[in-house]
T-cell receptor, first 112, second 112 residues
């Protein structure tokens, strides 16, 4: 079982460039999440999708867009990257009525 | 405004002793609480959870206690092992919105 797979694992962008972080889960989970983790800031929710076809803003959505392409995939897009978006990004998924969320390995993004 | 607070950034204990990690919350609507463990360069992994209708949940060496009147929960690890050295996150959610709100984490070091 692959669980939650994120690509890429590492990325360096120049300010103003765009990119999409990909996330896929093979556990047939309904809910999917994107978080960012910064030093001293814990995990902050960017966007989440409670079920296929729905997305909602989290705590820090500015500068990001998401797409719940199907039940398996939930992508995060940076339209115009800024140095403040340098962070480690985690995707997670959770089944309907489930307790625990399963996380991917993370994407370490640096914007210069 | 931090709704889930872990006021101790770090904790150091001796192998075999008890580790107690604390978490406070401010939102009385939270009805489910989870603890996650995170090793460097990996995504968080689920450890243990508790519903607000309970005051204790136990799983092997790990026990979570919930004091709703004080809006406080704690994770006890007995006995502590060097492999328990990691960052521990407390998370909470309210009702069916499926959004987990996270604390900043406590870095636990278990010394041999």
């Amino acid at each position: 079982n692959a669980g939650v797979t994120q690509t890429p694992k590492f990325q360096v962008l120049k300010t103003g460039q765009s990119m999409t972080l990909q996330c896929a889960q093979d556990m047939n989970h309904n809910s999917m999440y994107w978080y960012r983790q910064d030093p001293g800031m814990g995990l902050r929710l960017i966007y989440y999708s409670a079920s296929e076809g729905t997305t909602d803003k989290g705590e820090v959505p500015n500068g990001y867009n998401v797409s719940r392409l199907n039940k398996r995939e939930f992508s995060l897009r940076l339209e115009s990257a800024a140095p403040s978006q340098t962070s480690v990004y985690f995707c997670a998924s959770r089944r309907r009525g489930g307790t625990e969320a399963f996380f991917g390995q993370g994407t370490r993004l640096t914007v210069v | 405004d931090q709704q889930v607070k872990q006021n101790s950034p770090s904790l150091s204990v001796q192998e075999g002793r008890i580790s107690i990690l604390n978490c406070d919350y401010t939102n009385s609507m939270f009805d489910y609480f989870l603890w996650y463990k995170k090793y460097p360069a990996e995504g968080p992994t689920f450890l243990i959870s508790i519903s607000s209708i309970k005051d204790k949940n136990e799983d092997g060496r790990f026990t979570v206690f919930l004091n709703k009147s004080a809006k406080h929960l704690s994770l006890h690890i007995v006995p502590s092992q060097p492999g328990d050295s990691a960052v521990y996150f407390c998370a909470a959610e309210a009702g069916n919105n499926r959004k987990l709100i996270w604390g900043l984490g406590t870095s636990l070091a278990v010394n041999p």
